[in-house]
């Protein structure tokens, strides 16, 4: 079996989708974003000043892609396989079943606003903040991702299946990212 991995958009569900494809199938999780998250507040920082910190150095990067690239070079290994939540690892992971999940700004910001388990965001005041910060890590990440790899892990044709979540629910979205993968192993 192959891993998933699934990218997308700040606030589109990645994570959300990703556990419920683990609970329902027999699936390992790995999100860079909890590690991500980890990782800043070891540092005292929030993930928006993570992005910026990660502009200038790869410290933080090299350890993640390194991650990713132990899984794709121990893939035939692997007995159970990885849904991978990351922006990169569709790079990383080349044979794995690449996923893109898109979102509407607002819509991101109010899933953002109202999730309450999720650490180290900077100060999300209302939604036009929210959309805000989103807006600038994004930026970051863009700019990062392609100084250092010469992506663009935002270009829909790197992926075998891109999902709007706007107006889905997480349980809607699995079940697509399901179907299209049975399909694709087929």
């Given at each position: 079996?192959?891993?998933?991995?699934?990218?997308?958009?700040?606030?589109?569900?990645?994570?959300?989708?990703?556990k419920i494809i683990c609970q329902q199938h027999a699936f390992e999780y790995f999100s860079?974003?909890?590690?991500?998250?980890?990782?800043?507040?070891?540092?005292?920082?929030?993930?928006?000043?993570?992005?910026?910190?990660?502009?200038?150095?790869?410290?933080?990067?090299?350890?993640?892609?390194?991650?990713?690239?132990?899984?794709?070079?121990?893939?035939?290994?692997?007995?159970t396989p990885y849904i991978l939540d990351s922006r990169l690892a569709w790079h990383f992971?080349?044979?794995?079943?690449?996923?893109?999940?898109?979102?509407?700004?607002?819509?991101?910001?109010?899933?953002?606003?109202?999730?309450?388990?999720?650490?180290?965001?900077?100060?999300?005041?209302?939604?036009?903040?929210?959309?805000?910060n989103l807006q600038a890590r994004m930026q970051s990440e863009c700019k990062r991702f392609?100084?250092?790899?010469?992506?663009?892990?935002?270009?829909?044709?790197?992926?075998?299946?891109?999902?709007?979540?706007?107006?889905?629910?997480?349980?809607?979205?699995?079940?697509?990212?399901?179907?299209?993968?049975?399909?694709?192993?087929?």
């Amino acid at each position: 079996m192959e891993h998933i991995s699934i990218t997308g958009d700040l606030g589109s569900g990645k994570s959300s989708v990703a556990k419920i494809i683990c609970q329902q199938h027999a699936f390992e999780y790995f999100s860079t974003g909890s590690l991500q998250r980890k990782l800043a507040a070891e540092k005292g920082m929030n993930t928006l000043d993570m992005n910026k910190f990660s502009e200038s150095t790869k410290e933080v990067d090299d350890y993640i892609d390194n991650f990713l690239r132990n899984i794709e070079a121990e893939s035939d290994n692997i007995e159970t396989p990885y849904i991978l939540d990351s922006r990169l690892a569709w790079h990383f992971v080349p044979s794995s079943f690449k996923v893109f999940i898109k979102v509407k700004p607002e819509v991101a910001a109010q899933r953002v606003l109202a999730d309450k388990v999720r650490s180290n965001e900077p100060d999300n005041k209302d939604l036009q903040s929210t959309i805000a910060n989103l807006q600038a890590r994004m930026q970051s990440e863009c700019k990062r991702f392609k100084e250092y790899y010469d992506i663009d892990y935002r270009n829909e044709d790197n992926f075998d299946l891109v999902v709007d979540s706007s107006s889905l629910t997480a349980e809607e979205v699995a079940e697509t990212i399901i179907r299209a993968y049975q399909n694709h192993l087929k």
